[in-house]
């Protein structure tokens, strides 16, 4: 719990009367968790009472685009507390950018008509598929969005609230709101309640040292803070929420097996807006292995990460177009 007062608060109706009050840790982290939701929603107007609700993004495509954009805003440093001098601090945050367009192309593959199982009893590969990726982006997103929203806007206050975040301890209404969600029974006790872990400690001490180094340190730090996301992104959320669920390896499976014809989706990711692209030097491509396998999919995700940094020490204009062009999704529907 923070000591000292964080933020200045309004607190009556006279003018320049103002009372600062203190705002503990877990204040915060909820505002950051009621921020993270309502990126994902839509505000709604009733026609009667003329009162305003915010309801959850219907379409999962249209999530992973606002999740890119997102992502995007935050590496180029567009966000609220973005300082543009420490562009490039926030280094997962644009391959995150590019990877959740690469999920948005994979639900746009799926048509919505085909998502419905045979007679309500055969599973449905395609609903499987679905919701897998629909799952895995949301949480993970509900996860990693607030460590870099808070470390944004209170920098110093990181390293004593990171250990105090903790979703059963937000306020009885954002609580409900959050169980509310789709998959959130699940995902929660998944994800141990997005507690902090020493890949989430450590990354965010790395990027602390990039914002300290000179120019010439920054692309190795910059890896390094990656790398450590990374990990968590892969191994304590989307492992254990989405890859180790049986009927998901067997809709993993049978797109292996169909990968190559004509008109199936290839594992692969652009360093584009676009799902795919013909030069080799701006795409990677998993053509051996499982995705499911932690040790297979690590191996992908490491050489996707290794030709991200290649690219962007030697094609920033390319990538950084790239990624503003993505931040532009925020409104997607």
């Not at 965010?204 to 920054?218: A, L, M, V």
């Amino acid at each position: 719990m923070s000591a000292d007062s964080i933020l200045t608060c309004t607190t009556n109706t006279r003018p320049g009367s103002v009372s600062k009050q203190t705002v503990d840790c877990r204040t915060l982290w909820a505002w950051g968790q009621q921020e993270a939701i309502r990126r994902l929603t839509v505000e709604k107007r009733d026609p009667y009472s003329g009162h305003t609700r915010h309801e959850l993004v219907a379409s999962f495509s249209a999530r992973a685009a606002r999740i890119a954009a997102t992502y995007a805003r935050f590496y180029l440093e567009l966000e609220d507390g973005g300082k543009p001098e420490l562009k490039g601090r926030f280094y997962w945050m644009g391959l995150a950018a590019f990877a959740s367009k690469q999920v948005k192309c994979g639900l746009d593959f799926i048509p919505e008509a085909l998502t419905v199982s045979a007679g309500g009893y055969l599973p449905n590969p395609m609903a499987i598929g679905k919701d897998g990726l629909g799952k895995g982006n949301f949480w993970l997103f509900q996860d990693i969005f607030v460590w870099h929203w808070f470390y944004s806007h209170f920098p110093e206050q990181f390293e004593e609230c990171a250990p105090e975040r903790n979703a059963l301890e937000c306020p009885e209404m954002l609580l409900a709101g959050l169980q509310s969600l789709p998959w959130a029974e699940e995902a929660l006790a998944v994800l141990n309640n997005f507690k902090a872990n020493s890949y989430i400690l450590e990354a965010f001490n790395t990027i602390d040292k990039f914002e300290q180094s000179g120019i010439d340190e920054r692309p190795d730090i910059q890896l390094k803070s990656l790398l450590i996301i990374a990990d968590h992104e892969q191994l304590k959320i989307l492992q254990p929420l989405i890859y180790e669920d049986y009927a998901f390896q067997k809709t993993l499976d049978l797109q292996t097996l169909t990968e190559g014809i004509p008109c199936f989706p290839l594992r692969s990711a652009a360093f584009s807006n676009a799902c795919d692209v013909e030069n080799e030097e701006l795409r990677e491509q998993m053509t051996e292995g499982d995705l499911y396998n932690s040790d297979d999919r690590m191996n992908f995700i490491l050489k996707i990460a290794e030709k991200y940094h290649l690219l962007m020490q030697s094609q920033i204009e390319h990538m950084e177009s790239s990624i503003a062009s993505l931040s532009t999704w925020n409104d997607s529907e």
